[in-house]
């Protein structure tokens, strides 16, 4: 694993990170924006939802960009929870969502046994 810390595997990669945690954040902004055109409808929450998951994927991708930069292996640790952490409470959040959605326009939501 030390070699993605070597100078042009780490610093390389580091770059990628970066760009796309430029492509997330830009992502996201779109994302909010359309979430503020649907503003007091329910599938602004939907939207709102999608723009924090793109945000998230951002900040990751930045804290590893970091720790492959710095060469600081507790970064990309930080950046690995915090994603898995997230990602999981956005998928359940955006599943309810959706279920909710459904029942607004009349069908019924999907049934877990």
């Known amino acids: 694993m030390n ?30 924006r359309v979430a503020y055109r649907l503003a007091g409808q329910y599938a602004c929450a939907i939207w709102f939802v999608r723009g924090i998951r793109c945000l998230i994927i951002a900040l990751t991708a930045t804290a590893w960009a970091a720790g492959l930069y710095w060469q600081q292996h507790w970064l990309l640790i930080i950046g690995l929870v915090i994603l898995a952490q997230e990602l999981y409470e956005g998928f359940v959040l955006s599943s309810a969502l959706r279920d909710g959605l459904r029942f607004e326009n009349g069908s019924r939501p999907k049934r877990v046994v």
């Not at 042009?8 to 779109?30: K, N």
């Open 3 to 32: 070699i993605l810390f070597q100078p042009p595997i780490g610093t390389g990669m580091a770059v990628i990170l970066a760009g796309v945690a430029i492509l997330a954040i830009v992502l996201c902004i779109q994302r909010f």
